[in-house]
């Protein structure tokens, strides 16, 4: 065990760390439980906020086979997250990603898994950030009855103004700890969670007695991957899939403050993506079946369905209840931008404490016992991302949006190798070590890896994503090669300003 002297910073803090091993950084202890994190886990993915989004442009590339497409998504994820929770019950650290890949590969392949995830959900939190504000303009003109309030999110500063204050809100609670983030998640969750079980039963009821906009009886074909007409078909809903399933590992990153951090993160891992597997199977099934996949009116292969499914759906399905829908979009991108934060906190965290980083970065809250200087960090690359973009060009952020997939892949793929590498030595010293941390973390991270090139393949395509191109190179293959190559040359820059890291000094890799 770790033993330590606690301080304001992490260089005040005296661990047996100078060694190269793992160290205690000064959080919460105990805090959260396996129902918390998972919880939390949900939240992050957001649920109704990613249906809402994802079912149309799914359903557009492979029809009725959307629930092969999420079980072709699930698999990968889950063969991930066991690789993950192998790791974490070896290693239980807030760094994750970052820390098993220095230890299995050393400092710069972990360096860059670090950098992958930071970058991921920072670009995400923006976007949440601009699709809370999206929706709390939406609700008000609802519950005001004028439909003229929507437009306000398109007045740029007013946009740019209330995306700030949603940022800063959500800053402001991941800041106190997670005892407020998990207290603030089972609220929001438990009321998306209802809702959207109210719309799945609601559309199974249209079905039943017959009042559906187009009835179609759920078959067998549907799960059926090889139905689906194309390999690029198949491969863009899978990349689709990946995406609605990001966000589980935040479960991973909190580990330093559950109740048993060498079993609840792992455990809470893998509830989080079968639970949220159950969700989209049970309302995408409600959806197709009560609308079917017609490009005319409800249907969901309808172009101008494509945006928000709900938004067309929630109406004829909930009646005079729809708002709830709108609210339960609202709260799920809300929610996920406030818990998403404690991803990107505690990495940044971690770097900062074995000198990845600016040793500042690795400063925890002598109130809160949270990361300090790393959550605002996070908050203000965040906000600057999205007035940076949204200022420059509306088709630059939601390209960069689209590059996201590109970047998961990446650090999920090489944090799973990272399992397998580490582990090396005994993984035929039982079956459950030859499931658990060699063939689940191996298959998940080479169709990962395999799902990583074949989208920076594909985005090259100048009609890829909004159709912006330079010199013919599609957008969204250029940032987010950008996105990665700042990456490399941060990296350079922190080897040269703090060496110590990389010498294998304050965190080394494992022999």
Request: hydrophobic share 50%; proline share 5%.
């Amino acid at each position: 065990m770790t033993q330590t002297v606690a301080g304001k910073g992490p260089e005040d803090r005296v661990t047996q760390n100078q060694a190269g091993g793992l160290g205690d950084k000064g959080l919460t202890k105990g805090v959260v439980g396996v129902l918390g994190a998972v919880v939390i886990g949900v939240s992050c993915i957001a649920p109704a906020y990613t249906l809402t989004a994802a079912l149309g442009p799914t359903v557009a590339e492979v029809g009725v086979h959307l629930p092969a497409i999420f079980i072709a998504g699930f698999i990968p994820m889950l063969l991930v997250a066991l690789g993950y929770r192998e790791l974490n019950n070896a290693m239980p650290d807030s760094g994750t990603s970052f820390t098993w890949a220095t230890r299995a590969f050393g400092p710069w392949v972990g360096w860059m898994g670090g950098w992958g995830l930071i970058a991921a959900t920072i670009i995400v939190l923006s976007n949440l950030a601009a699709v809370a504000v999206d929706f709390f303009y939406l609700m008000l003109s609802q519950v005001t009855g004028r439909p003229e309030l929507a437009d306000l999110t398109n007045i740029l500063w007013l946009n740019i103004a209330t995306t700030l204050v949603f940022i800063s809100g959500a800053c402001w609670i991941s800041y106190r700890g997670l005892e407020t983030t998990k207290s603030l998640q089972y609220i929001l969750v438990g009321f998306q969670v209802l809702v959207l079980g109210w719309f799945a039963i609601a559309a199974f009821a249209h079905v039943a007695n017959g009042s559906a906009f187009d009835a179609t009886p759920i078959s067998w074909e549907w799960f059926n991957p090889l139905g689906v007409g194309s390999l690029t078909g198949f491969a863009a809903g899978v990349s689709l899939s990946i995406f609605i399933f990001w966000g589980w590992d935040v479960t991973l990153t909190m580990n330093e403050e559950t109740k048993d951090p060498d079993k609840v993160p792992g455990r809470a891992a893998t509830l989080t993506v079968l639970v949220i597997m159950a969700i989209y199977m049970v309302v995408s099934l409600s959806v197709i079946s009560y609308a079917g996949i017609g490009e005319t009116g409800l249907g969901v292969g309808n172009p101008e369905n494509q945006e928000s499914v709900f938004a067309a759906l929630a109406g004829p399905v909930m009646g005079p209840f729809a708002i709830l829908m709108s609210l339960a979009i609202l709260s799920s991108s809300a929610s996920s931008l406030q818990s998403t934060f404690v991803s990107p906190a505690r990495t940044i965290l971690a770097m900062g404490y074995y000198k990845a980083l600016p040793p500042r970065y690795g400063n925890v809250s002598p109130r809160f016992k949270s990361p300090s200087v790393a959550t605002i960090s996070a908050g203000i690359a965040a906000a600057a991302f999205y007035v940076i973009t949204r200022t420059l060009s509306e088709n630059a952020l939601w390209d960069t949006i689209t590059a996201l997939g590109m970047m998961i892949c990446f650090y999920y793929g090489v944090t799973a190798l990272a399992c397998v590498w580490y582990f090396r030595r005994e993984l035929f010293s039982s079956v459950r070590a030859v499931v658990f941390r060699l063939f689940a973390p191996l298959l998940g991270g080479v169709i990962l890896l395999v799902m990583f090139f074949k989208t920076a393949v594909d985005s090259m395509d100048p009609d890829y994503g909004s159709g912006s191109n330079i010199a013919g190179l599609g957008m969204v293959f250029i940032l987010g090669i950008a996105v990665l190559a700042l990456g490399v040359v941060v990296m350079f820059y922190m080897r040269w300003r703090h060496p110590a890291f990389f010498q294998g000094a304050t965190l080394r890799r494992a022999k």
